[in-house]
């Protein structure tokens, strides 16, 4: 088993939409979750960082981590064209100082 | 936010050649850089974690004498790919640890470099 799974899609939603991205994880010693966006042919961009559990809202997005059933999520409401990319969970045990852990990505597709 | 930036954004070599990939962190200073590899369709793969002024940590299967990584300043690491061939034609990208809030603790990536070894 890996230690994040991620369902790579594709993702495909009308302009609107709430999209919900998920991971799940195996290990139990993970506290920092972050979830970034990637654009093709560009590095990653850091959108949402939670530690331990809980909700986190900024904006469009809204992160969720549940430790007990080891399970994030990332939801985006009102969904735009420009939301279009590869979405990536990463989570650590420690402090960002040590390697982040990610999950291959999912690729969401918005359409007007 | 912090800005990382990398330089080339994308490089054509023959087989056989060196490569330089220059990683800077722009507003912030970087005591922990990383550098990873991004194969089409896959997700990142760490290849080494570099500290400032000491030699950098190697994942498992990544030849440090091939991929060399020098942290020599706290806004700049560089990773040479030596003797490149075909199969080391890839996405490169490195981010830098971020402690300052509203991050928190976490890594900020540069936009990568394309590298591709004829």
Request: a neutral charge; glycine letters at 6%.
């Amino acid at each position: 088993q890996k230690e994040v799974e991620q369902d790579p899609g594709p993702l495909s939603v009308p302009e609107g939409a709430i999209v919900s991205l998920n991971c799940t994880y195996s290990n139990s010693a993970f506290q920092y979750f972050m979830w970034y966006r990637q654009y093709s042919r560009k590095g990653p961009e850091l959108l949402m960082y939670t530690y331990s559990s809980g909700n986190k809202e900024d904006g469009r997005f809204t992160a969720q981590v549940d430790k007990s059933s080891k399970y994030i999520s990332l939801f985006i409401r009102d969904s735009q064209p420009s939301d279009s990319a590869t979405y990536l969970c990463a989570m650590s045990a420690q402090q960002a100082g040590t390697a982040l852990i990610f999950g291959k990505g999912t690729t969401l597709s918005v359409s007007s | 936010g912090a800005v990382v930036s990398q330089h080339p954004s994308w490089v054509i070599c023959k087989s056989g050649t060196s490569v330089k990939i220059e990683c800077r962190s722009l507003d912030f200073q970087a005591t922990t850089m990383f550098w990873y590899r991004q194969f089409p369709k896959q997700s990142l793969m760490l290849m080494a974690t570099s500290n400032e002024g000491s030699k950098a940590t190697y994942e498992q299967g990544v030849e440090k004498d091939k991929f060399l990584i020098n942290h020599a300043s706290l806004t700049l690491s560089t990773l040479t790919v030596t003797s490149a061939h075909p199969e080391d034609s890839s996405f490169y990208i490195c981010s830098a640890r971020v402690l300052d809030p509203p991050a928190g603790d976490t890594q900020y990536f540069g936009p990568g470099t394309r590298l591709t070894v004829l």
